[in-house]
């Protein structure tokens, strides 16, 4: 994982070799390629100490812990896949694979209800990744007559070039699939039923790969097929769709929050509501609220994955995910206490953390669009902190009663490591950052 990393980093400094019919790495993807593999490294880091537990617990055995691990890294090449196909018929295989590859290991446990939450994942997640295949069949469909048959006109940058003579009814019903397809995977409300249980069945460090990752790829997916949507001035403006349903899954999650009585299935609900800030974002368009939605799905990966990190020590250490049943974290356990609290007020958007700087953006770019939307969407951004707030008061500076001593067994340096960059992009965001993040929003328009 660390040598994914490094490779990627790379992409950014050294000469990009030019699209092929297969592979393609632009502005774009080399922002979800380099998030995806740090996150994946600090995930595998935090996998080790973690499992290792389980393994000592009797949670898992030799064999499952084995598979664990070759079946993760399975899913990070099937996600790594999808970033750099320049293929639309790729993508869907390598979106397909990791799905797959999550799906087996949220049944690691093999419980009845770690077993129902894989079978609910694979079945509404194949249902969606179905619909998104239709799509992509259609998408062809209006190429093949400008471009050619075959090969040729599943070729992403081919698609773009051409995708004023594409013909627009195609489109339309092409974007259609895909967005209810991909946003099944991204986890957008009405879309999301496999999504809390994912999380509160599956080892942790896969809910934060889920949260953290998985959701980004298929929204990757997405803002690629609105590029070409954007490109083609007959085609159905993707934007208005996208803004729907971004502010229905805010909403919707935002009071689903105050209904959790499982910590992991609370952030659950609060990825929801952050992706559905990210395409509300993204579906408004423009360099500003594009430089904000992919700064805002930047900061909700690494503060997420920074929270599962955190629950799944606490889980391990209290020995249940029952929020009434956890308290005083801070009193019993000061460093992984004080560490939960600084990301769950992250995530909320208390400054002056990275998600506070990038929802400012997305608000103050709503209000110079559409008072009535940021009206919903400030609505929903309070909804969602009066229920996390509520609920951190109790976990971390309630009695914490007659807690069991130990110390994380997940460490905490990845979970630490993520912290302090959110605050740090939070108080400073580098002038380099800021003109990579600019050139991608231009570049999605």
Same mark, same amino acid.
């Given at each position: 994982?660390?040598?994914?990393?490094?490779?990627?980093?790379?992409?950014?400094?050294?000469?990009?070799?030019?699209?092929?019919?297969?592979?393609?790495?632009?502005?774009?993807?080399?922002?979800?390629?380099?998030?995806?593999?740090?996150?994946?490294?600090?995930?595998?880091?935090?996998?080790?100490?973690?499992?290792?537990?389980?393994?000592?617990?009797?949670?898992?055995?030799?064999?499952?812990?084995?598979?664990?691990?070759?079946?993760?890294?399975?899913?990070?090449?099937?996600?790594?896949?999808?970033?750099?196909?320049?293929?639309?018929?790729?993508?869907?295989?390598?979106?397909?694979?990791?799905?797959?590859?999550?799906?087996?290991?949220?049944?690691?446990?093999?419980?009845?209800?770690?077993?129902?939450?894989?079978?609910?994942?694979?079945?509404?997640?194949?249902?969606?990744?179905?619909?998104?295949?239709?799509?992509?069949?259609?998408?062809? /469909?209006?190429?093949?007559?400008?471009?050619?048959? *075959? =090969?040729?006109? %599943? &070729?992403?940058?081919? !698609?773009?070039?051409? +995708?004023?003579?594409?013909?627009?009814?195609?489109?339309?019903?092409?974007?259609?699939?895909?967005?209810?397809?991909?946003?099944?995977?991204?986890?957008?409300?009405?879309?999301?039923?496999?999504?809390?249980?994912?999380?509160?069945?599956?080892?942790?460090?896969?809910?934060?790969?889920?949260?953290?990752?998985?959701?980004?790829?298929?929204?990757?997916?997405?803002?690629?097929?609105?590029?070409?949507?954007?490109?083609?001035?007959?085609?159905?403006?993707?934007?208005?769709?996208?803004?729907?349903?971004?502010?229905?899954?805010?909403?919707?999650?935002?009071?689903?929050?105050?209904?959790?009585?499982?910590?992991?299935?609370?952030?659950?609900?609060?990825?929801?509501?952050?992706?559905?800030?990210?395409?509300?974002?993204?579906? /408004?368009?423009?360099?500003?609220?594009?430089?904000? *939605? =992919?700064?805002? %799905? &930047?900061?909700?990966? !690494?503060?997420?994955? +920074?929270?599962?990190?955190?629950?799944?020590?606490?889980?391990?250490?209290?020995?249940?995910?029952?929020?009434?049943?956890?308290?005083?974290?801070?009193?019993?356990?000061?460093?992984?206490?004080?560490?939960?609290?600084?990301?769950?007020?992250?995530?909320?958007?208390?400054?002056?953390?990275?998600?506070?700087?990038?929802?400012?953006?997305?608000?103050?770019?709503?209000?110079?669009?559409?008072?009535?939307?940021?009206?919903?969407?400030?609505?929903?951004?309070?909804?969602?902190?009066?229920?996390?707030?509520?609920?951190?008061?109790?976990?971390?500076?309630?009695?914490?009663?007659?807690?069991?001593?130990?110390?994380?067994?997940?460490?905490?340096?990845?979970?630490?490591?993520?912290?302090?960059?959110?605050?740090?992009?939070?108080?400073?965001?580098?002038?380099?950052?800021?003109?990579?993040?600019?050139?991608?929003?231009?570049?999605?328009?």
């Amino acid at each position: 994982s660390a040598a994914t990393f490094l490779a990627a980093a790379a992409l950014l400094v050294v000469d990009r070799p030019a699209p092929g019919d297969y592979l393609h790495i632009d502005d774009l993807n080399i922002v979800f390629i380099v998030l995806n593999t740090f996150v994946g490294m600090t995930a595998a880091a935090f996998s080790a100490g973690y499992i290792g537990h389980e393994l000592e617990t009797g949670r898992v055995t030799d064999a499952s812990l084995r598979f664990y691990h070759a079946t993760f890294q399975v899913m990070m090449f099937g996600m790594n896949l999808a970033l750099v196909s320049n293929n639309i018929g790729l993508m869907w295989v390598a979106v397909e694979l990791a799905t797959l590859s999550t799906v087996l290991m949220v049944g690691l446990y093999r419980t009845p209800e770690a077993l129902e939450a894989a079978w609910k994942y694979f079945i509404l997640g194949s249902v969606g990744i179905a619909l998104a295949l239709f799509g992509t069949i259609l998408v062809y /469909m209006a190429a093949e007559p400008v471009i050619g048959g *075959g =090969l040729p006109s %599943m &070729v992403w940058t081919n !698609l773009l070039a051409a +995708a004023h003579r594409l013909d627009p009814h195609m489109l339309d019903m092409a974007f259609v699939f895909l967005l209810v397809g991909y946003g099944t995977k991204v986890g957008l409300a009405p879309f999301h039923a496999w999504l809390p249980d994912a999380h509160a069945e599956g080892p942790t460090p896969i809910s934060a790969v889920l949260s953290g990752l998985l959701l980004n790829v298929a929204l990757y997916a997405l803002l690629r097929f609105k590029m070409l949507m954007a490109a083609n001035a007959e085609a159905l403006a993707p934007g208005p769709l996208m803004i729907g349903l971004g502010l229905v899954s805010l909403i919707f999650a935002a009071l689903m929050l105050y209904r959790r009585r499982d910590i992991k299935r609370l952030f659950a609900y609060s990825s929801i509501e952050h992706m559905g800030i990210i395409v509300f974002s993204f579906g /408004m368009g423009g360099p500003l609220a594009n430089f904000a *939605g =992919l700064l805002h %799905m &930047v900061m909700h990966s !690494l503060t997420k994955s +920074a929270i599962f990190f955190a629950v799944g020590n606490i889980a391990q250490l209290r020995g249940t995910q029952q929020i009434a049943d956890i308290r005083g974290l801070t009193q019993s356990h000061p460093a992984l206490g004080w560490a939960f609290v600084v990301a769950v007020l992250s995530i909320a958007g208390m400054p002056p953390s990275g998600v506070f700087m990038s929802e400012f953006l997305v608000v103050t770019t709503s209000f110079s669009r559409s008072p009535l939307l940021a009206l919903v969407l400030v609505t929903g951004l309070a909804l969602a902190l009066g229920a996390l707030v509520t609920r951190l008061t109790g976990l971390a500076f309630g009695d914490p009663g007659e807690a069991a001593p130990g110390r994380p067994r997940g460490g905490m340096i990845p979970l630490w490591v993520h912290i302090a960059l959110v605050l740090l992009i939070g108080l400073h965001m580098p002038a380099d950052m800021v003109a990579w993040f600019r050139s991608v929003a231009a570049l999605l328009g």
